[in-house]
Protein backbone atom coordinates (compact mmCIF):
# COMPACT_ATOMS: atom_id res chain seq x y z
CA UNK A 1 0.00 0.00 0.00
CA UNK A 2 1.74 3.33 -1.08
CA UNK A 3 1.87 5.79 1.79
CA UNK A 4 1.36 9.53 1.80
CA UNK A 5 2.86 11.43 -0.78
CA UNK A 6 4.22 14.72 -1.23
CA UNK A 7 5.55 16.83 -4.25
CA UNK A 8 8.09 18.72 -4.92
CA UNK A 9 10.52 17.17 -2.68
CA UNK A 10 12.42 20.74 -2.47
CA UNK A 11 10.85 24.09 -4.01
CA UNK A 12 12.61 27.40 -3.89
CA UNK A 13 11.04 30.95 -4.05
CA UNK A 14 11.92 34.29 -3.65
CA UNK A 15 10.20 36.76 -1.29
CA UNK A 16 6.62 37.75 -2.72
CA UNK A 17 5.98 35.01 -4.85
CA UNK A 18 3.59 32.26 -3.98
CA UNK A 19 4.05 28.17 -3.66
CA UNK A 20 2.16 25.47 -4.35
CA UNK A 21 2.46 22.27 -2.15
CA UNK A 22 0.54 19.13 -2.98
CA UNK A 23 -0.37 16.23 -1.05
CA UNK A 24 -1.73 12.83 -1.97
CA UNK A 25 -3.43 10.65 1.22
CA UNK A 26 -3.01 6.82 1.43
CA UNK A 27 -5.69 5.36 -0.79
CA UNK A 28 -9.35 5.45 1.70
CA UNK A 29 -7.97 7.81 3.95
CA UNK A 30 -10.18 11.28 3.85
CA UNK A 31 -8.72 13.38 6.19
CA UNK A 32 -4.96 15.38 4.93
CA UNK A 33 -3.30 17.95 7.86
CA UNK A 34 -0.94 20.21 7.13
CA UNK A 35 2.19 21.02 9.29
CA UNK A 36 4.90 23.00 9.10
CA UNK A 37 8.19 22.32 11.08
CA UNK A 38 10.73 25.45 10.76
CA UNK A 39 14.13 24.80 11.77
CA UNK A 40 14.70 24.12 15.44
CA UNK A 41 11.00 24.17 16.23
CA UNK A 42 8.51 21.32 16.44
CA UNK A 43 5.44 20.54 14.38
CA UNK A 44 2.82 23.54 13.96
CA UNK A 45 -0.63 22.36 13.35
CA UNK A 46 -1.48 24.69 9.71
CA UNK A 47 -4.68 23.02 8.35
CA UNK A 48 -7.09 20.11 8.30
CA UNK A 49 -9.40 18.77 5.67
CA UNK A 50 -11.53 16.14 5.38
CA UNK A 51 -14.20 15.38 2.76
CA UNK A 52 -13.76 18.52 1.05
CA UNK A 53 -14.19 20.56 3.81
CA UNK A 54 -11.67 22.66 5.87
CA UNK A 55 -11.99 21.67 9.23
CA UNK A 56 -9.72 23.72 11.28
CA UNK A 57 -6.70 25.99 10.99
CA UNK A 58 -3.69 26.52 13.49
CA UNK A 59 -2.57 29.79 14.08
CA UNK A 60 -1.49 31.20 10.86
CA UNK A 61 -2.10 34.01 9.09
CA UNK A 62 -4.74 34.03 6.12
CA UNK A 63 -1.55 33.86 3.01
CA UNK A 64 -1.73 30.12 4.03
CA UNK A 65 -4.71 28.40 2.43
CA UNK A 66 -5.16 25.32 0.56
CA UNK A 67 -7.91 22.87 -0.37
CA UNK A 68 -8.74 19.44 -1.04
CA UNK A 69 -9.94 17.80 -4.18
CA UNK A 70 -12.54 15.26 -4.50
CA UNK A 71 -10.23 12.19 -4.60
CA UNK A 72 -8.73 13.76 -1.59
CA UNK A 73 -5.60 14.92 -2.42
CA UNK A 74 -4.44 18.80 -1.27
CA UNK A 75 -2.89 21.81 -2.09
CA UNK A 76 -0.98 23.96 0.02
CA UNK A 77 -0.77 27.16 -1.24
CA UNK A 78 1.02 30.18 0.71
CA UNK A 79 0.90 33.36 -0.94
CA UNK A 80 3.49 36.47 -0.68
CA UNK A 81 6.04 34.58 0.38
CA UNK A 82 8.25 35.79 3.78
CA UNK A 83 11.45 34.45 4.46
CA UNK A 84 10.28 33.18 7.91
CA UNK A 85 7.98 30.86 5.65
CA UNK A 86 10.96 28.91 4.97
CA UNK A 87 10.50 25.34 6.68
CA UNK A 88 9.76 21.75 5.83
CA UNK A 89 6.25 21.31 5.27
CA UNK A 90 4.49 18.04 6.27
CA UNK A 91 1.30 16.31 4.79
CA UNK A 92 -0.35 13.35 7.03
CA UNK A 93 -3.58 11.80 6.02
CA UNK A 94 -5.72 9.26 8.38
CA UNK A 95 -8.76 7.35 8.53
CA UNK A 96 -9.83 7.99 11.85
CA UNK A 97 -9.03 11.29 13.91
CA UNK A 98 -6.09 9.97 15.86
CA UNK A 99 -3.43 8.16 13.95
CA UNK A 100 -1.73 10.28 11.28
CA UNK A 101 0.23 9.13 8.58
CA UNK A 102 3.16 11.44 6.98
CA UNK A 103 4.61 11.77 4.05
CA UNK A 104 8.02 12.96 3.78
CA UNK A 105 7.67 16.59 3.46
CA UNK A 106 8.33 19.39 1.29
CA UNK A 107 11.41 21.62 2.27
CA UNK A 108 10.75 25.14 0.94
CA UNK A 109 12.90 27.38 0.97
CA UNK A 110 12.17 31.34 0.15
CA UNK A 111 15.30 33.51 -0.56
CA UNK B 1 1.46 29.19 25.20
CA UNK B 2 3.19 25.71 24.30
CA UNK B 3 0.33 23.28 25.47
CA UNK B 4 2.48 20.19 24.67
CA UNK B 5 6.23 20.27 25.88
CA UNK B 6 8.95 18.12 25.59
CA UNK B 7 11.86 19.47 27.93
CA UNK B 8 14.20 17.29 27.24
CA UNK B 9 15.72 17.86 23.82
CA UNK B 10 18.33 15.04 24.01
CA UNK B 11 18.37 11.90 25.72
CA UNK B 12 21.61 9.31 25.26
CA UNK B 13 21.37 5.31 26.53
CA UNK B 14 23.20 2.48 26.51
CA UNK B 15 22.07 -0.47 24.20
CA UNK B 16 20.04 -2.97 25.99
CA UNK B 17 19.26 -0.51 28.56
CA UNK B 18 16.12 1.65 29.06
CA UNK B 19 15.07 4.65 27.18
CA UNK B 20 12.59 7.25 28.89
CA UNK B 21 11.27 10.29 26.80
CA UNK B 22 9.13 12.18 28.76
CA UNK B 23 6.31 14.60 27.68
CA UNK B 24 3.63 17.38 29.56
CA UNK B 25 0.28 19.13 28.81
CA UNK B 26 -1.25 21.13 29.85
CA UNK B 27 -4.56 21.89 27.71
CA UNK B 28 -7.27 19.15 29.45
CA UNK B 29 -9.73 19.06 26.63
CA UNK B 30 -6.16 16.66 24.79
CA UNK B 31 -7.83 12.95 24.96
CA UNK B 32 -5.53 11.42 22.52
CA UNK B 33 -2.10 11.17 22.89
CA UNK B 34 0.71 9.84 20.37
CA UNK B 35 4.19 9.15 20.00
CA UNK B 36 6.14 9.96 16.36
CA UNK B 37 9.60 8.49 15.38
CA UNK B 38 11.15 11.18 12.92
CA UNK B 39 14.80 10.43 11.08
CA UNK B 40 16.16 12.69 9.45
CA UNK B 41 14.49 13.98 5.74
CA UNK B 42 11.31 11.74 6.67
CA UNK B 43 8.23 12.62 7.78
CA UNK B 44 7.46 11.15 11.01
CA UNK B 45 6.35 7.70 11.86
CA UNK B 46 3.50 6.82 14.31
CA UNK B 47 4.34 4.59 16.95
CA UNK B 48 2.43 4.21 19.67
CA UNK B 49 -1.16 6.20 21.31
CA UNK B 50 -2.90 5.88 24.42
CA UNK B 51 -6.65 7.17 24.48
CA UNK B 52 -7.08 9.79 27.75
CA UNK B 53 -9.52 6.32 29.13
CA UNK B 54 -6.49 3.98 29.78
CA UNK B 55 -3.07 4.85 31.71
CA UNK B 56 -1.06 2.28 29.63
CA UNK B 57 -0.67 1.01 26.38
CA UNK B 58 1.86 -2.20 25.10
CA UNK B 59 3.39 -2.73 21.79
CA UNK B 60 6.34 -4.87 22.05
CA UNK B 61 9.53 -3.04 23.15
CA UNK B 62 7.08 0.21 23.07
CA UNK B 63 4.86 1.18 26.31
CA UNK B 64 3.40 4.64 26.65
CA UNK B 65 2.10 5.55 30.24
CA UNK B 66 -0.73 8.59 31.01
CA UNK B 67 -0.96 10.49 34.05
CA UNK B 68 -3.94 12.38 33.22
CA UNK B 69 -3.98 14.31 37.08
CA UNK B 70 -0.44 15.17 35.91
CA UNK B 71 -0.94 15.78 32.67
CA UNK B 72 2.14 13.44 31.80
CA UNK B 73 2.42 11.10 29.55
CA UNK B 74 5.71 8.94 28.87
CA UNK B 75 6.94 6.74 26.25
CA UNK B 76 9.52 3.30 27.43
CA UNK B 77 11.79 1.61 24.92
CA UNK B 78 12.99 -1.80 26.87
CA UNK B 79 15.53 -2.92 24.91
CA UNK B 80 16.95 0.15 23.12
CA UNK B 81 18.41 -0.51 20.01
CA UNK B 82 20.59 1.31 17.70
CA UNK B 83 18.21 1.47 15.63
CA UNK B 84 15.76 3.33 17.58
CA UNK B 85 18.12 6.79 17.61
CA UNK B 86 15.98 9.06 16.05
CA UNK B 87 14.01 12.41 16.94
CA UNK B 88 10.95 11.09 19.39
CA UNK B 89 7.71 13.24 19.08
CA UNK B 90 4.68 13.32 21.18
CA UNK B 91 1.73 14.72 20.35
CA UNK B 92 -1.44 15.25 21.90
CA UNK B 93 -4.96 15.36 19.82
CA UNK B 94 -8.45 16.80 20.64
CA UNK B 95 -10.41 14.54 18.97
CA UNK B 96 -13.13 17.28 18.06
CA UNK B 97 -10.91 19.37 16.64
CA UNK B 98 -9.27 17.19 14.63
CA UNK B 99 -6.24 19.04 15.93
CA UNK B 100 -2.67 17.66 17.24
CA UNK B 101 -0.45 19.59 19.07
CA UNK B 102 3.38 18.48 18.80
CA UNK B 103 6.07 18.79 21.20
CA UNK B 104 9.66 19.92 20.24
CA UNK B 105 10.85 16.49 19.85
CA UNK B 106 13.57 14.54 21.98
CA UNK B 107 16.72 13.27 19.93
CA UNK B 108 17.02 9.37 21.33
CA UNK B 109 20.98 8.33 20.50
CA UNK B 110 21.23 4.43 21.93
CA UNK B 111 25.07 3.71 22.14
CA UNK B 112 26.29 0.28 20.65
Known amino acids: EAGVTQSPTHLIKTRGQQATLRCSPI?????VYWYQQALGLGLQFLLWYDEGEERNRGNFPPRFSGRQFPNYSSELNVNALELEDSALYLC??????????FGPGTRLTVT | DQQVKQNSPSLSVQEGRISILNCDYT??????FLWYKKYPAEGPTFLIS?????DKNEDGRFTVFLNKSAKHLSLHIVPSQPGDSAVYFC???????????FGDGTTLTVKP
Open chain 2, 50 to 54: ISSIK
Open chain 1, 92 to 101: ASSLVRNEQY
Open chain 1, 27 to 31: SGHTS
Open chain 2, 91 to 101: AATDLNAGKST
Open chain 2, 27 to 32: NSMFDY
